[in-house]
Every structure is written in C-alpha cells, then in structure tokens.
C-alpha cells in the first residue's frame, strides 16, 4: 500500500489531502495528516467565477 504523509493544518495543505482522499478512488493508498494542533484552516469550497 502507497502511504502519502502531509505535515501541517494550513489551507492548501488540507485541501491537498482532501483532494488526495477523492482522487484515489479504489486504489490501496492511506493518507495522513499531522497538523501541530488540533484545528485546521479551511475555507468553503472554491467557486469558479463567472464571466
């Protein structure tokens, strides 16, 4: 099994994972995530701006 680690709770860093976690699929990878504290930065989902 691949194993992908990603250190830090910043925004990219948790969309990194998050879009690791549903770019997957069934292939046989774990992903973890070590943040220095228990809350992480996030935002709401990106929205694609219209002309």
Same mark, same amino acid.
């Given at each position: 099994?691949?194993?992908?680690?990603?250190?830090?709770?910043?925004?990219? =860093?948790?969309?990194?994972?998050?879009?690791?976690?549903?770019?997957?699929?069934?292939?046989?990878?774990?992903?973890?995530?070590?943040?220095?504290?228990?809350?992480?930065?996030?935002?709401?989902?990106?929205?694609?701006? =219209?002309?």
């Amino acid at each position: 099994m691949a194993r992908v680690v990603i250190t830090g709770g910043g925004f990219a =860093r948790v969309w990194s994972a998050a879009g690791a976690a549903q770019a997957r699929g069934d292939a046989g990878l774990s992903i973890t995530l070590i943040a220095p504290n228990e809350h992480l930065v996030h935002a709401a989902a990106p929205v694609r701006a =219209r002309a």
